[in-house]
């Protein structure tokens, strides 16, 4: 059975400091790994990872992925109180009979003052 | 990026009435759409794939019966849940597939299913 896995479920962090979020992965037919932020309501895009060791850049945020070890971490430096949301890994899955994403449980970050 | 929106974004039902939900692909051409349900607390559930002119897809678990999913045109899907109960009370999320856009799926807003 295809599963995503993310950790820590939930994190507390002060402004400023650096937060390493960690997928897992266990599919056939991988297609690309992918990150979302989630607030209050559907989830906003933040990187597709298909290659292993490119490391994409947005800002504050990286993220990277190893598909021999099957991971990806997402990583957010210098955090700010309007990175408090879910972040939620997914990962596309294409095969002959099915096209698909399926989800991790999310890690449910909190940034305080 | 692309723009998928949903209709209604709230509804609220009695039990055993039937709701129906659109998802549209608004400036793109979406062979494929998906359709989640999200619990509080909980991640997205993928419910089904909904492909343009063929049935959906289930997963495991899901009612096809109770769920029924149209999808009778490139920019349109519908999930339809029939008699519908407390317990199917849930934010539903639909997301479009841009085969031209590196196949990224596009999220709509969302729809907050609340049954009475």
């Known amino acids: 059975e295809d599963k995503v896995v993310q950790s820590p479920l939930s994190l507390v962090v002060h402004e400023g400091d650096t937060v390493t979020l960690n997928c897992s992965y266990e599919?056939?037919?991988?297609?690309?790994l992918l990150w979302y932020k989630q607030e209050k309501k559907a989830p906003t895009f933040l990187f597709m990872l298909t290659s292993s060791g490119i490391e994409k850049k947005s800002g504050r945020l990286s993220s990277i992925l190893d598909k021999k070890e099957l991971f990806s971490i997402l990583n957010i430096t210098a955090t700010q109180t309007g990175d408090s949301a879910i972040y939620l890994c997914a990962v596309d899955l294409w095969g002959t009979s099915y096209d698909k994403v399926i989800f991790g449980p999310g890690t449910s970050l909190s940034v305080i003052p | 990026g692309a723009v998928v929106s949903q209709h209604p974004s709230r509804v609220i039902c009695k039990s055993g009435t039937s709701v129906k939900i659109e998802c549209r692909s608004l400036?793109?051409?979406?062979?494929?759409m998906f359709w989640y349900r999200q619990f509080p607390k909980q991640s997205l559930m993928l419910m089904a794939t909904s492909n343009e002119g063929s049935k959906a897809t289930y997963e495991q678990g899901v009612e096809k019966d109770k769920f029924l999913i149209n999808h009778a045109s490139l920019t349109l899907s519908t999930l339809t849940v029939t008699s519908a109960h407390p317990e199917d009370s849930s934010f539903y999320i639909c997301?479009?597939?841009?085969?031209?856009?590196?196949?990224?799926?596009?999220f709509g807003p969302g729809t907050r299913l609340t049954v009475l």
């Open positions: 997301s479009a597939r841009d085969f031209t856009n590196y196949n990224e799926q596009f």
């Open positions: 599919v056939t037919n991988f297609r690309s």
């Open positions: 400036d793109f051409q979406a062979t494929t």
